[in-house]
């Protein structure tokens, strides 16, 4: 079946857009590629309806229980095409520093001839698609507007959930004659011929020999991260992989928070955080789960998009209890990558709470000997507005403003459940030295404490040295940038057990947050931040063990110094480009605890 709305290629195409820049791109594209045809995405139902009956012949996708699950299709990726490929994922610009040590390189000219070898012929038999598509509400000055070419007919219907795609951001592109050029083949999927490829100073993305999500919805990490946060630097604004959240209290005001959290550290369950019970006539408004782009405004205020639609999340661990908005929300309308089915035609992954495996990802018969049922990486696309929490701010063409900043790792001993950071260069400091020590499900081994800036270390798209100091220049004078803060919801007794229920209490902690930002407590001065004093934190009814809000509320120096020196070491490996007003900040904080 060949969708409606396409053309020959590569050539006597009839132009399908009014910008010579971009039809001379398509078609130079499609001739590098040898695609039969060159279909343009204009994002209707229709064109959604045509690709998924054409999936569902070719078996890419497969139908789910319809009852149970209407509207929702599985899709299996070849077994070595099932989560990102950092090693194969590439900055590729003129000077090898500007990259950074947080990124492989690769020099443009060499990194074009060696991708474009692979790209030669890759689409012949193939249906070309164009997606023109929007990152951020459509008609919002913050946005940035962007075209992926593929051959795969699942990246567009991802991408019809993940972006404002089609006919509407086409115009937009037509109209303000820049975009970020993605060019994408799953080719044959060999992993040796597999290559994540950014140009940033082209503005340009080219990924072959994948078709899974991060490496092939080139919406996602690759252009809302990578590519952005370099034009960020250039523009005076920033790319973060960072949640959007408000916090409406029971009298009505609403504050927003953006939060960065490394894998692991409960990211998608705060964006979706339900309020407990214990904490009656609070509501919390989701805005984004996974990136925020920040902008100042004229009066120097912080303002945040969500430049992503819709959700592409872990599926294992969802369930009613964990994040029942999650759970409830990926019922209908949803798209399952690499998880397993029960008997009765239902996606099942592990502690989904309910229903029985009898095919693994693979669709082979379930067998534990196997592994697991459902992929660990195994993920859902829904369209946000599903979210019961869905905010229509995340809507609005100028964003919400931002009250704080919230940075956070998983440490068992360390970190106090939760602290302020003195100032915004301070704050910087604290989100540079960001760690997570590492779970046994992560790497097959425990404790091992990884440097996560930001949690941007596999997606900034530039040096570290030099993104830090674009965050320390955005306090410019203005007295209305975010408080910084950094939470551990993971503080843990000799025992190994967890002083702090997390989950929907976390907004306990949150309520704090709030309370700083507008002045309404005091906070203790220790030489990593201010604490909480223990009785500011609402703990009624909680069962904490003996001692918990204590000890979740100090800190211990020696532990303190020990960690500071690490963060020197980690921070001293960028060298020369490091800002000295970071290597002041921590010696500020260093001479503190020694004299603490």
Not at 427 to 449: C, N, Q
Request: charged share 20%; proline share 6%.
């Amino acid at each position: 079946m060949t969708p409606t709305n396409s053309v020959p290629a590569p050539g006597g195409q009839t132009a399908k857009t009014t910008l010579a820049a971009l039809q001379q791109w398509v078609n130079d594209s499609a001739s590098l590629c040898k695609a039969d045809s060159v279909h343009w995405c204009d994002g209707s139902e229709e064109e959604n309806q045509r690709l998924t009956e054409m999936m569902l012949e070719t078996g890419d996708l497969s139908e789910l229980n319809q009852n149970k699950y209407p509207n929702c299709y599985l899709h299996l990726s070849d077994p070595s095409d099932v989560a990102r490929v950092e090693h194969l994922t590439f900055v590729c610009c003129e000077n090898e520093d500007d990259a950074g040590p947080n990124n492989h390189w690769m020099a443009p000219t060499d990194a074009h001839q060696k991708i474009d070898a692979l790209f030669d012929g890759a689409m012949q038999g193939r249906t070309m698609y164009i997606i023109p598509y929007c990152m951020g509400p459509i008609d919002s000055p913050y946005s940035r507007l962007g075209v992926e070419i593929t051959d795969s007919p699942y990246v567009v219907i991802n991408m019809r959930l993940m972006t404002r795609m089609g006919s509407q951001a086409l115009a937009r592109i037509e109209q303000e004659k820049t975009f970020v050029k993605g060019l994408h083949s799953t080719s044959d999927l060999d992993p040796n011929k597999r290559f994540i490829m950014h140009f940033p100073e082209e503005l340009s993305i080219k990924s072959i020999g994948s078709g899974y999500g991060g490496n092939a919805l080139l919406g996602k990490k690759c252009h809302a991260l990578r590519i952005a946060s370099w034009q960020a630097r250039q523009e005076g604004w920033l790319a973060e992989h960072m949640l959007i959240v408000g916090l409406e209290s029971p009298e009505g005001d609403t504050h927003y928070v953006a939060c960065a959290f490394p894998s692991a550290c409960g990211k998608t369950n705060l964006a979706m955080l339900i309020p407990p019970a214990s904490q009656p006539g609070w509501k919390i408004w989701t805005l984004g789960d996974d990136i925020a782009w920040l902008h100042l405004d004229d009066e120097g205020v912080l303002r945040a998009i969500n430049p992503e639609a819709g959700y592409f999340g872990v599926v294992p661990g969802t369930n009613a209890k964990t994040n029942k908005n999650a759970f409830d929300m990926i019922t209908s309308d949803t798209i399952f990558t690499n998880v397993a089915l029960t008997a009765d035609n239902q996606p099942w992954w592990e502690n989904k709470a309910e229903g029985e495996p009898v095919t693994d990802w693979q669709g082979r018969e379930y067998d534990p000997a196997n592994g697991k049922a459902a992929h660990p990486n195994s993920r859902f696309t829904v369209a946000a507005r599903k979210n019961a929490s869905y905010s229509s701010l995340a809507d609005a063409p100028d964003g919400v403003p931002i009250s704080a900043i919230v940075f956070g790792g998983r440490r068992k001993e360390l970190a106090p459940l939760v602290y302020e950071a003195k100032s915004w260069r301070h704050g910087v400091l604290v989100g540079a030295g960001v760690a997570s020590e590492t779970t046994a499900a992560a790497t097959g081994s425990v404790g091992v404490v990884r440097r996560d800036p930001m949690a941007m270390k596999p997606f900034c798209g530039y040096n570290f040295a030099d993104y830090w100091n674009h965050w320390l220049s955005l306090d410019n004078g203005t007295n209305k940038l975010p408080k910084i803060f950094h939470v551990n919801w993971f503080r843990q007794d000799k025992e190994g057990n967890f002083l702090w229920p997390g989950f929907g209490e976390n907004l306990r902690v949150l309520r704090w947050i709030i309370d700083r930002c507008d002045s309404n407590v005091a906070a203790v001065e220790t030489p990593i931040g201010l604490l909480p004093n223990s009785k500011d934190i609402d703990i009624t009814d909680l069962d904490l063990l003996d001692g918990a809000i204590d000890a979740l509320t100090s800190i211990d120096v020696a532990q303190w110094q020990a960690e500071m020196a690490s963060v020197a070491e980690y921070l001293e490996s960028y060298g020369d480009r490091l800002p000295k007003a970071l290597q002041e900040e921590l010696e500020t904080v260093v001479k503190a605890l020694r004299a603490a």
